[in-house]
Every structure is written in structure tokens, then in C-alpha cells.
């Protein structure tokens, strides 16, 4: 790549970040109570502007050959924290944060393209099942020290690209002859995501351990 394109394309990064800084501004002095929309709507053009940044950023590394690909990709795995474990009846895979609003603005690549690379070394490295008829659960953590008013409608998360990422390494398929879809909601210490597949018949286990051992919505 030329350098007088690598310098334009990271002008236009800064630009970027520039307008990021001025929005998480905005957020700072505004006041949650009275304004909930606007910071909702500020919280959103930041999140988004955030993953953007990023993006552009590591597709700028990609054109200008200065790491490859599957390198920078296992180590922004290991930055997000992405966690994966299994046993021989299911699979669970630790994603950071909550999953964002299904809305036509939302690019899930930012999360996407580590969870394939940290999925691909995970299966190239580990005898992991692959499940024909199976369970998927999704468990989205909530920070237990913030409003329990965060809370998300199911519908309205944006989940698909994450299984279809996930079913490529794991599944037969992900349509509804071969997999049911469950979601759950728990509080914890911090904000998280967790996907859980499991062969069907072990889910009534899977779920009553569950309730054992975690603290539900309803106790709020």
C-alpha cells in the first residue's frame, strides 16, 4: 500500500475517534433520569462508532500486509476474553458484553471474526462433539451493579451471525429441524454473553442445574 493511502485512511481513523470522544462527552453530562432516549441514542452511536474504528483499523492491517489475518484475530480473541470449554455433552463459549440491537446499523463482524479464529484453533486442537439435534442457550449476564431496567426483549437481539459462526464449527445446522433456540437472563458481575449447545435430551438437566445455582430475574 502507498503511503500517501495508509496516511489518508488514518486520518480518516482519527477523525473517527475524534467524533467518539465528542459523543462519549455527550454522555458524560447527560443526565439519565431526564434525557433516557438521548443517552440511550448516544450509547448506541458510540458502541457502533466504536466497532467501526476497529474494523477499519484491522482491514487497514490486512491491506497493508503488516499482520496476518489469523495472528491479529487470535490476539483480539485473547483481548475480548473469549472463553470456550467443552464436554462430551455440550459446549459453552464466554463472549464479552451483551449482544447489540437487531437493527440495520449493526455490523457484528467486530465480535464475529475473532470468535471464527478462536472456534477454528479451539476445534484443530481439541476431539470437540458436533451435534445433529441440539439445544442452543443463550444466557445474557446483566451487570448486577446497574439498573436492572438494561434488561433486553429477546427479539430484539441481534444473535443470528453468532450462531451461524458457531454452527459452522458445531452444528449439522441451525435451522429448527436440528436445533431449539433458548434464551435466559442472569445477574453477575459483569456484562457478558454465554452460548451454551448441548444435545436435546440433556437440556432438562442442563436447566435445573442452572436454577440451582444462579440467582434469576424474578428475584429482582
Request: with cysteine; proline share 4%.
Amino acid at each position: 500500500m502507498e503511503r500517501l493511502t495508509f496516511t489518508s485512511r488514518l486520518t480518516r481513523i482519527r477523525d473517527e475517534i475524534l467524533k467518539l470522544t465528542n459523543t462519549l462527552d455527550a454522555m458524560q453530562v447527560t443526565d439519565t433520569q431526564t434525557y433516557g432516549q438521548n443517552y440511550e441514542e448516544l450509547s448506541l452511536d458510540a458502541a457502533l462508532r466504536a466497532e467501526k474504528i476497529a474494523c477499519t483499523l484491522r482491514n487497514l492491517i490486512y491491506a497493508a500486509n503488516l499482520i496476518p489475518k489469523p495472528i491479529l484475530m487470535e490476539k483480539t480473541a485473547e483481548v475480548h476474553g473469549i472463553a470456550i470449554r467443552h464436554t462430551e455433552i455440550l459446549m459453552e463459549i464466554v463472549l464479552p458484553g451483551l449482544m447489540p440491537k437487531r437493527t440495520k446499523r449493526v455490523n457484528t463482524t467486530f465480535l464475529t471474526d475473532p470468535l471464527y479464529v478462536a472456534l477454528e484453533n479451539y476445534v484443530l486442537k481439541n476431539s470437540v462433539p458436533r451435534f445433529r439435534n441440539c439445544v442452543v442457550c443463550f444466557t445474557h449476564v446483566f451487570d448486577e451493579s446497574l439498573s436492572p431496567k438494561r434488561v433486553r426483549d429477546y427479539d430484539n437481539l441481534e444473535c443470528k451471525q453468532l450462531l451461524d459462526t458457531v454452527a459452522a464449527f458445531l452444528m449439522t445446522d441451525d435451522s429448527g429441524l436440528f436445533c431449539d433456540a433458548y434464551h435466559t437472563t442472569e445477574f453477575g458481575k459483569k456484562d457478558c454473553t454465554i452460548l451454551t449447545i448441548m444435545k436435546t435430551d440433556y437440556f432438562p438437566v442442563w436447566l435445573e442445574t442452572k436454577k440451582e445455582r444462579t440467582e434469576s430475574i424474578s428475584d429482582f
